[in-house]
């Protein structure tokens, strides 16, 4: 790695990591502002800028933009999360300035033409109904709503359909210029590129950017609670959670561990008690989210309704052995997963260039190689059965399920019964 950081004087920062043998070059910008920050009455708009930066320009249209970067053979693409929203670019490495022209034209030029917002306000409510007729994504969305009722990183990140429909340009002009500010965004780059040549780039198209400081977002309060919808399907699908870490925190890497030995691959516990051996379900896996103020541990399973009381004991009791027994064993296998991910991720330069602008909006600096997979290697079992003992003891459970819930076998016990399960 050859990271190198350049912080212009309005406070837009610049990070490129060298990668000298490919003849492509992955860039993009990353904004400090996502779902979380959105106020109630803009539930939604986070996601609704990025779906409006590829429509027009005051000196692209739409079309132009797709064409431009389609000529050279680039793709451009964006994303958004609770903490942050991304626009990026792979392109040749000679392409580079013309893909960093794009994205600072889209992200200070834009212009919300009527049309072009009538038709993505269309293609983004249709999204909503997607997402609503997918159950298991909707289960997360659920999930967070249970964890932190009444706060803004429990709402889902596309919004509603009542929210999407009242955004007008005023309000997505009014967002963006309050929250895209240069101190809260970094243009990352990775592959074949030269960091001083970006630099030049960046200070000649972003050097326009205003630099006042945008505010954080609201702290967030792990509640626990439940969220149940009825529906007729084929399977139920159950999601809980517990309180979990945030980036900062010193079990940061061992919940991924923890993560891995419960349910991250086909050796793990859950893969074999409840699939291989038990039969109770097709997909079951474990998961840690991390934000910059709070975090999420949890568990998925989608089984048929006859098996979901079966299922419950199964689940808290392969979460409380871990407490018990985990072996050094499981722990190294879960390391070398974790291990082998980062370092397969360096070896692509649109991984690289997320990786390291994710880095520099947490930690302010990008972490080495090495610094990550030495605190992969500090992580032993006996950290593994402490943090199951931290779950145990955390503020509460999120339930989140949907389908025949009251079905054969039983159905879905009650939440306070659940929560004692869970409650060792």
């Known amino acids: 790695m050859s990271v190198e950081v350049t912080r212009l004087d309005n406070g837009l920062t610049v990070v490129t990591d060298s990668m000298p043998h490919l003849q492509t070059t992955s860039v993009g910008v990353w904004v400090n ?17 990025e779906h409006m930066a590829f429509k027009g320009t005051e000196r692209r249209s739409a ?12 793709h451009l693409n964006a994303h958004t999360t609770h903490e942050a929203t991304a626009y990026y670019a792979r392109v040749l ?63 889902s990140i596309l919004g509603t359909v ?23 965004m970094v243009l990352a780059a990775a592959g074949g590129l030269d960091h001083e040549a970006l630099v030049r780039l960046a200070r000649d198209r972003f050097g326009g950017l205003h630099s006042q400081r945008t505010p954080g977002a609201n702290p967030a309060a792990f509640r626990g609670g439940e969220h149940r919808v009825e529906r007729d399907l084929e399977q139920v699908h159950l999601a809980l959670a517990f309180e979990g870490p945030t980036y900062a925190d010193p079990d940061y890497y061992t919940a991924q561990v923890f993560s891995g030995i419960l349910g991250g691959g086909m050796s793990s516990r859950l893969f074999q008690e409840v699939r291989e051996k038990r039969g109770l379900c097709y997909s079951v896996f474990a998961f840690s989210w991390s934000f910059a103020d709070t975090g ?41 997963q974790i291990k082998a991910g980062l370092l397969m991720g360096l070896e692509s330069s649109s991984s690289r260039a997320e990786q390291i602008a994710r880095q520099y ?47 054969q076998g039983g159905g879905l016990e009650s939440y306070d019964r659940i929560a004692a399960r869970f409650a060792h």
Do not use: C, W
């Open 361 to 407: 909006m947490i930690h302010g600096r990008v972490l080495p190689v090495e610094e990550l997979i030495a605190k992969v290697d500090e992580v032993d079992a006996g950290a593994v059965r402490r943090y199951a003992e931290r779950l145990a003891r955390g503020p509460g459970l999120a339930l989140s399920a949907i389908g025949p819930l009251g079905g």
């Open 33 to 49: 502002t996502g779902a979380r920050h959105e106020r109630a009455r803009q539930h939604g708009v986070s996601h609704m800028l």
């Open 296 to 336: 999420v541990f949890g568990i998925y399973a989608g089984t048929a309704p006859e098996h979901v009381a079966e299922l419950m004991p199964v689940l808290s009791g392969e979460l409380g052995r871990i407490g018990e027994d985990a072996s050094e064993d499981e722990v190294a296998r879960s390391r070398a």
């Open 93 to 155: 490495k000679q392409d580079l300035p013309l893909a960093v022209d794009i994205l600072a034209d889209i992200l200070q030029n834009s212009v919300f033409d009527r049309e072009e917002l009538e038709r993505e306000r269309g293609v983004i409510i249709s999204e909503i109904g997607e997402a609503h007729d997918t159950p298991d994504d909707m289960v997360f969305d659920n999930l967070l709503e249970a964890a932190y009722p009444g706060q803004p990183l429990g709402r």
């Open 63 to 74: 079309l132009a933009i797709a064409e431009e970067i389609e000529t050279v053979g680039g």
């Open 162 to 184: 009542d929210t999407v429909s009242g955004f007008g340009r005023d309000e997505l002009r009014g967002y963006m210029g309050e929250r895209y500010q240069a101190p809260g």
